[in-house]
């Protein structure tokens, strides 16, 4: 199946598989973005802003190291069991 292209920050944060990617990064799923920003390089903003919010929740003010941690985790969760 086709992946639709995406043209907003929200598109990418409500993708399971883009936010998989973002917060555990393997080869295949590196290869499989880098093609998307090939065939679709209009996106590449988009796709910025979407992978800097989830690979810097760290960053933020609002929340503790361990409050991240959780956040992660239930996120994970939450796709996986998405799966099932």
Known sequence: MK???YTEVDDFLLDDDFIRYAMDATSDKE???S?????????????????????????CDLLTPNEVARLKQRVMHTIR???N
């Open 81 to 83: 069991m998405s799966y």
């Open 3 to 5: 992946r639709p292209i």
């Open 35 to 59: 093609s998307y920003l090939t065939a679709s390089p209009q996106v590449r903003r988009a796709y910025l802003k979407a992978y800097h919010i989830l690979t810097h929740l760290h960053d």
């Open 31 to 33: 290869s499989h973005w």
